[in-house]
């Protein structure tokens, strides 16, 4: 069996891109679980802010390798407007997520070291708060990865495959 060459830096994108998205839309799920399954609430707590920790690190990687990449959509008709679009809400979105990694930090230390003497009523709007700007930050992942999309699939932005026999000619698509 034979491992497909790894592409050059300015190639890796849409090999990372996808994974802070799938786990930053899982932590919500994550989240809710812990909120009803009060048995699980703690191990449930820690896998959330893992999960959610791991994909704001993502994020800071998909938005390193994207700009690695932004040649590629510069030198296609159109792409430099859609490139900066695309770039203005993925790094706000990394932001967002950096923050509310920040606040998921901070009440999953609360709930490990005081725990049960939390008030019911404070735990229950602080997992929704955080439910809830999750989702919103979610929102504007979704734009940016739209105009990602847009930028592979309207503009024809490719990213290189590596080195391979027809590598001259080898591209693949991105779909954010």
């Known amino acids: 069996m034979h491992f497909p060459p790894l592409p050059p830096s300015d190639g890796w994108h849409p090999l990372v891109v996808h994974f802070p998205i799938a786990l930053l839309a899982t932590t919500p799920v994550l989240v809710l679980l812990a909120l009803l399954w009060k048995k699980h609430r703690v191990g449930l707590s820690i896998a959330a802010f893992t ?7 993502g994020a800071f990687a998909a938005t390193y390798t994207g700009e690695l990449a932004e ?3 510069k030198a296609v008709t159109g792409g430099e407007a859609l490139l900066h679009e695309h770039e203005e809400q993925a790094e706000l979105a990394r932001s967002l997520f950096a923050g509310l990694t920040a606040l998921g930090a901070i009440g999953l230390l609360a709930l490990l070291i005081i ?3 939390l008030p019911r009523k404070l735990v229950v709007i602080s997992m929704l708060l955080l439910v809830l700007l999750n989702i919103g930050a979610m929102v504007v992942l979704a734009g940016a990865a739209h105009l990602g999309a847009r930028l592979v699939h309207e503009l024809g932005v490719r990213a290189p ?8 000619s080898a591209t693949v698509g991105h779909h954010d």
Do not use: C
């Not at 999960?51 to 690190?57: D, E, I, N, Q």
């Not at 495959?161 to 001259?168: F, I, K, N, Q």
């Open 115 to 117: 725990g049960e003497k």
């Open 71 to 73: 040649h590629q959509a």
């Open 161 to 168: 495959l590596g080195d391979t026999p027809s590598s001259a």
């Open 51 to 57: 999960v959610l920790a791991l994909g704001t690190l």
